[in-house]
């Protein structure tokens, strides 16, 4: 038997339909804001649902997006860590190229 031929400890999963769709989820937008740097576009959305609120944070590089979410009990940390890292960055001198 081959790896791929042993039954799912998780059962018969089929994505086919097996589940029911999840229904949408009722969200509001609070506030977006959209930033373009060099190549990538960065949309910064905060919403609010019925679970709480949270911060939307989407890449998008010629159309590949990719997001992540940041619950809002999380924000006062995360804008701590983004500050501590903008300080560092500015007081660390860049690192010469080497050449090809």
């Known amino acids: 038997m081959i790896s791929n031929e042993r039954p799912s400890p998780y059962g018969n999963r089929s994505f086919g339909g097996a589940y029911p769709p999840k229904p949408p989820v009722n969200e509001e937008t609070l506030k977006t804001e959209k930033i373009q740097i060099e190549r990538k ?46 300080k560092t960055s500015a007081e660390t001198p860049l690192k010469e190229e080497m050449p090809e």
């Open 41 to 86: 576009t960065f949309v910064f959305t905060l919403k609010e649902n019925p679970r709480g609120r949270f911060l939307r944070i989407t890449e998008d590089v010629g159309g590949r997006r990719d997001t992540i979410i940041i619950p809002a009990p999380g924000l006062e940390e995360f804008h701590r860590i983004l500050e501590d890292m903008v």
